[in-house]
Each structure stands twice: as C-alpha cells, then as structure tokens.
C-alpha cells in the first residue's frame, strides 16, 4: 500500500461504510463513554455520573449505537429494581490505543491551533 492508498479508502462510493463508522466513533460522546467503560464495567447511572453534561437520551443514544456496532456489551439481570450493566467488547477496547493517540496530537497541537484560531479572528 502506498503512503497515501489509506486516504483512497475514505473517498468515494468505496468509503460509505468507512466514514459512517468514523462519523459515530468521532461524535461528541462516543470516545467519552468509550473511556470511562476502559475503567470496567459500569451501571447506567454510574456512566452518567462519570460523563459531566451529558444527558440520559444521549447516554441511551451513545450505549445503543456502541452495542448495535460490537464495541459495548450490554446484561440485563432480572432483578427488581432491574439492573443493567456495560462492558466494552474486545473490538471496544482496541478503540483505546488509536483515542489516546488522537487526543496526544490534540494535546500537542493545542498552543499551535489556539494561535491560528487567534490570528485568523484578528484579520
């Protein structure tokens, strides 16, 4: 594969399903939720009390769309009050390494981006 052959993939018909997956993985919540489930598994309430701002339908929303892709799993126990609990999958926890390396370029970046976006509102 070329340097660039990767980028190929992401454009066209070709990159539907790419960029689909990579719209719900790179969206406000997913990463968030994503991180704190690395620490174990959760409760819904203790994800939300984890996870400052977000609300329960976005929270359902999030849980939802990582179970129906095989990054999270979700038990029911049948119990009164019921119980719910989340765990990330095998794929769910192979989303960490490339997250971390994301948010390091962020990290690095940040005093060159806070620059740009100065000088470009200055103009």
């Given at each position: 594969m070329s340097q660039y052959e990767h980028t190929c993939m992401i454009r066209g018909d070709g990159g539907q399903t790419l960029r689909a997956i990579l719209d719900q993985i790179c969206n406000k919540w997913t990463l968030l939720v994503v991180a704190t489930l690395d620490q174990g598994t959760l409760r819904f309430t203790d994800?939300?009390?984890?996870?400052?701002?977000?609300?329960?339908?976005?929270l359902t929303l999030t849980?939802?769309?990582l179970e129906r892709d095989g990054l999270v799993n979700r038990k029911v126990y049948a119990e009164v009050p019921?119980?719910?609990?989340?765990?990330l999958t095998p794929v769910g926890k192979s989303l960490i390494p490339p997250a971390l390396a994301l948010?390091?370029?962020?990290?690095?970046?940040?005093?060159?981006?806070?620059?740009?976006?100065?000088?470009y509102r200055s103009r």
């Open positions: 994800l939300a009390q984890q996870i400052p701002g977000i609300s329960q339908r976005m849980l939802r769309n019921p119980r719910v609990e989340y765990t948010a390091g370029w962020a990290i690095e970046h940040v005093p060159h981006i806070e620059a740009s976006r100065a000088a």
